[in-house]
């Protein structure tokens, strides 16, 4: 067990028999009264994002998730397929647990989080390459100030890209917010 003022953003801890990852962490201590700690954290089983209150001398369990690669194979209703690399074993993660998982294009390597055998999380990178697959032709002049429009991307999410984006052209998308960051 561990106090909760040891918690950190990244840290897993289960409680109630339930998974959860810090988000992010703040302590607060007020005049004359306890500290408190409070944490946004995320539910690893289910992908609900909750806020948790404690009092500064409670405690947790944590525990440690183990990182195994895997590739990415398709998607199947509501259910992404994976592919372990040491043993080729195809296995299904539930796709509401799996933030991140629009930004998984097919025979991609990613980094998979378990807890004792149970496949719990992705692990992406910050950053993403993708083609645009659809998007308005620019109009000249509309340049000034910062004018963003619609695109779809290959693998069917919608973003806002600058002007002098064109169907083909690759694009670098932010994985954390899916925001356009700049042309590949």
Do not use: W
């Not at 998982?101 to 390597?109: D, H, P």
């Not at 378990?114 to 999380?121: G, S, T, V």
């Amino acid at each position: 067990m561990i106090p909760v003022t040891d918690l950190r953003t990244g840290v897993t801890f289960e409680e109630d028999g339930q998974i959860f990852q810090v988000i992010s962490y703040e302590h607060i201590k007020m005049g004359r009264g306890s500290a408190n700690v409070k944490a946004k954290v995320k539910n690893l089983r289910s992908g609900a994002t909750t806020e948790k209150s404690y009092i500064s001398n409670a405690h947790v369990r944590p525990i440690h998730l183990e990182k195994k690669d895997a590739q990415f194979l398709y998607k199947s209703g509501d259910e992404a397929c994976f592919m372990d690399l040491l043993t080729f074993e195809q296995y299904s993660i539930p796709l509401r647990s799996l933030s991140g998982y629009e930004f998984l294009k097919e025979g991609e390597v990613v980094g998979v989080q378990y807890y004792k055998d149970e496949p719990l999380a992705l692990l992406l990178s910050p950053k993403v390459t993708l083609e645009v697959f659809d998007t308005d032709p620019g109009i000249k002049g509309n340049s000034a100030t910062n004018v963003y429009k619609d695109a779809v991307l290959e693998n069917g999410i919608h973003v806002k890209v600058p002007l002098f984006i064109q169907i083909g052209d690759k694009i670098v998308v932010d994985t954390r917010d899916g925001s356009y960051t700049k042309r590949a």
